[in-house]
């Protein structure tokens, strides 16, 4: 019997093979070919092309080592593939690239002493231009600084007149600035320039919240005076001339030159009628797209976010098709997009770096959604809205799913970028990810439209590094029941509790996850967000932030360093915050009534949980040490006498957290688990120093400290020490005392960082403090 199993798997083996139609392609094939192993084509067009010949139901593509250039986006449509499951792969375990750019003869002449001059005939405007593999710089101001915190370099004269008056003719420049409140980013084309030294421009539609440019964090790019630095080069159309400054002892008769051509490499482009079903690229390096910045952007519903729907791989109108151990870098904008009617995708074991947008987005069409609004303030009257719940069509992707992979260096651009977007989708699945280095959030979910999406697992770190007031995760639910005029909300929710859940109409879980947000929450619900299960996290300093929004339960999370961020809750939110453990008190904001149940939470002192339960949360709730096995290697498991179980609490899972296919895990950066600070650290360890933002600071301790200070109680926080660039930006300086913030007084370490960790999500804090025994306020950046 199992000698006839196996004889009749072995048949069904070699009838998949023989079945299969390989057809090959190398640098040096010819389109005339055969397409065979020994004849192979020359183009990857010519391949997908030649797939409608075969009769067979299975193609597999091999493409041999080398780097490839399309002339045009690879389209697979459903007319060519017929309904075949093909394989785009490299052969064996050859490397293969395809280049979104083009490359480009040189024969370069002195210009100057220092910059270098060639003819080249282009037929598009690049935007990038890599020599010999690496990405040069656009001529730029300020010049390019790779410690700088935005942008790589910023400045507040960027488009000044002074400096504008300097340049030429700056026409087919850029101008970059973040939003003036740090939500992103806008990007302009200058167009020229007036007599006065004012730019003309046009752009400024990739944010949703419209606002003025951010007054220090801007700019400007491809201007030939600003060609000034090594690494650097300018592309002239008019003259159709590239001027570069060479990298120290760069031989430039020997470099290859490309210049980036394609904004979007592959499309798969069916629809919902005649889709394209079980196509699957694996094994392959995408590189070398343009930006997309200045293409037609869309807003997502009432989130923040502005979106071109087009990825270096797009998918549109798919059934079961998968993208798989590829690598992508050096992109213009989003590496991967799912854009509209898409089922079952499969994004798996890639490794996304150092692009311009986002990693993967998920994005349905609008013309599935039911009374769609567009701009933050737009107002939604109850009686005019569609009350059928769910979406008009299927014009969206579900049951798709994101497991597995690297996704890093993001968003080096535009700064509304995150590693993993979903907006007006169903039952997307993100998990065993690493996602870090990113501008904004590490995954972003812009909507309640439809929700059951499932976020576990992942590894969500360096975060919200170039904007503020967001969440290594974040979410908004500016749904149907959603105003911005809070009272007609209130009032409508209130009457009318069946339309909370029109749109998120199933639970969306975020469970097992490690985050860490250093300059917002580690978990940030925004505006609406619904019908959430949070459970099982480990957020390592940024805590969870719940603002308006219905049926969120959070339970058996542990928060490091911080503590729960309750914001502006409606009356009958039904919210859950129960078996938690909090290292601070909790931070509310205009809280009147606390939900469902706000309880069994374990707290880290008495005073913490006593201030809780004042409030009339926490009657059942605990406090002390939780007793973690090692919390200094991020070790949170609790010790099996920890007093925290008798709250409920339940041991995380977190052996497998992260992406776990072991050569990109040896690539991953690995988080940095902060120190825990506890309230009886500061009470049983006086004269202890602690680092804090750079800076090391100690308790003050006894009368000397009190007489030395002039300090009016012997309580407070002694600078110690501070490193020279830290003491630039702070204002702080050496035997500066720390006694209070605004109306709060700060009395040791464990009340600055307490404090700290409820203002960091604004990117500054105002200290009152004793300097030469004299009071004086100042404002710290924390950033």
């Not at 979104?100 to 024969?107: F, I, N, S, V, Y």
């Not at 959070?554 to 078996?579: G, L, T």
């Not at 680092?691 to 100690?698: A, K, S």
């Amino acid at each position: 019997m199992k000698k006839t199993v196996l004889l009749i798997l072995q048949l069904v083996f070699l009838n998949s093979v023989l079945a299969q139609k390989k057809i090959f392609v190398a640098t040096n094939g010819n389109d005339k070919n055969d397409g065979s192993i020994e004849k192979p084509l020359q183009t990857l067009a010519k391949a997908i092309q030649n797939t409608q010949k075969y009769g067979t139901k299975k193609v597999a593509i091999f493409l041999r080592k080398g780097i490839y250039y399309p002339e045009s986006t690879l389209v697979l449509n459903a007319n060519e593939t017929k309904n075949k499951a093909i394989q785009i792969t490299a052969y064996e375990n050859e490397e293969v690239s395809i280049s979104g750019a083009k490359k480009a003869t040189l024969t370069w002449s002195k210009y100057d002493s220092t910059i270098f001059s060639a003819k080249v005939i282009l037929d598009f405007d690049p935007d990038a231009m890599f020599v010999n593999g690496g990405t040069s710089i656009m001529a730029r101001y300020p010049n390019y600084d790779s410690n700088a915190h935005f942008f790589k370099g910023t400045a507040e004269d960027a488009i000044s007149p002074e400096r504008v008056k300097q340049w030429s003719n700056p026409a087919g420049g850029f101008l970059h600035a973040l939003h003036s409140g740090e939500w992103g980013s806008f990007h302009y084309l200058i167009t020229g320039k007036d007599d006065k030294g004012n730019l003309k421009k046009e752009g400024g539609w990739q944010n949703n919240r419209p606002s003025p440019l951010h007054p220090k964090h801007r700019f400007v790019e491809n201007i030939f005076e600003e060609l000034d630095a090594p690494g650097e080069w300018f592309y002239n159309k008019a003259e159709q001339t590239v001027y570069y400054y060479p990298i120290e002892n760069e031989n430039l008769e020997n470099t290859v030159v490309e210049f980036s051509n394609l904004k979007n490499i592959f499309s798969l482009k069916g629809n919902e009628i005649n889709s394209i079903k079980n196509i699957s690229i694996s094994k392959i390096k995408f590189v070398g797209t343009k930006r997309v910045l200045m293409e037609k952007h869309e807003p997502l519903l009432r989130s923040d976010w502005m979106l071109h729907r087009a990825g270096a791989i797009t998918l549109e109108g798919t059934i079961d098709c998968s993208i798989a151990n590829c690598e992508f870098s050096q992109l213009g904008g989003t590496a991967i997009m799912v854009t509209g009617f898409n089922r079952n995708a499969t994004i798996e074991q890639n490794h996304i770096q150092d692009i311009g947008g986002s990693g993967i987005c998920f994005v349905g069409d609008i013309s599935a959604v039911r009374s769609p609004a567009f701009k933050y303030e737009q107002f939604l009257d109850y009686q005019k809205i569609d009350k059928t719940p769910g979406p008009k069509n299927n014009l969206y992707p579900k049951n798709c799913v994101v497991y597995n992979n690297l996704i890093h260096t993001i968003g080096q651009i535009e700064k509304q970028a995150t590693g993993v977007e979903i907006s007006m989708s169903e039952s997307i699945i993100v998990i065993n990810n690493t996602i870090y280095n990113t501008p904004r959030a590490g995954i972003n979910i812009g909507d309640g439209c439809w929700g059951g999406h499932e976020i576990a697992f992942n590894d969500v770190f360096n975060t919200v590094q170039e904007t503020g007031d967001h969440g290594a995760f974040n979410s908004w639910g500016r749904d149907r029941f959603w105003n911005a005029k809070r009272k007609y909300m209130d009032s409508i929710t209130a009457v009318h509790p069946e339309i909370i859940l029109l749109d998120a109409q199933k639970t969306t879980s975020i469970h097992n996850n490690r985050f860490r947000c250093d300059h917002g929450w580690d978990i940030d619900l925004d505006d609406g967000s619904s019908n959430y299960h949070i459970y099982n996290n480990i957020c390592l300093n940024g805590g969870i932030k719940l603002r308006e929004g219905f049926f969120r339960t959070v339970e058996n999370n542990i928060m490091i360093n911080n503590s729960f961020h309750p914001h502006v809750w409606f009356a009958a939110s039904e919210d859950i915050f129960r078996r938690n453990i909090v290292t601070r008190n909790y931070y509310p904001i205009l809280i009147s009534k606390w939900g469902k149940e706000v309880d069994f939470n374990f707290f880290p002192d008495l005073i913490s949980l006593e201030k809780s339960q004042k409030k009339g949360t926490d009657t059942n709730s605990s406090s002390g040490n939780p007793m973690f096995l090692n919390a200094a290697t991020g070790d949170y498991t609790l010790n099996e006498k920890s007093p925290a179980f008798a709250v409920g609490f339940k041991n995380i899972d977190t052996k497998n957290i992260g992406v776990l296919d072991p050569k990109l895990k040896e690539k991953a950066l690995k988080v940095t688990i902060p120190k825990l600070q506890l309230p009886l650290d500061s009470k049983d360890n006086k004269d202890r120093q602690t680092e804090w933002l750079d800076v090391m600071i100690r308790n003050v301790s006894g009368l000397g400290d009190r007489s030395a200070f002039g300090l009016a109680s012997e309580s407070g926080v002694v600078v110690v020490s501070i490193n020279e660039s830290t003491l630039l930006k702070s204002g702080l300086l050496p035997k500066d005392v720390i006694i209070g913030s605004d109306e709060t007084a700060i009395n040791d370490i464990f009340g600055l960082i307490s404090l700290y960790q409820g203002k960091s999500w604004t990117g500054k804090m105002r200290l009152n403090i004793m300097r030469d025994q004299q009071p004086k306020k100042i404002v710290i950046p924390l950033k």
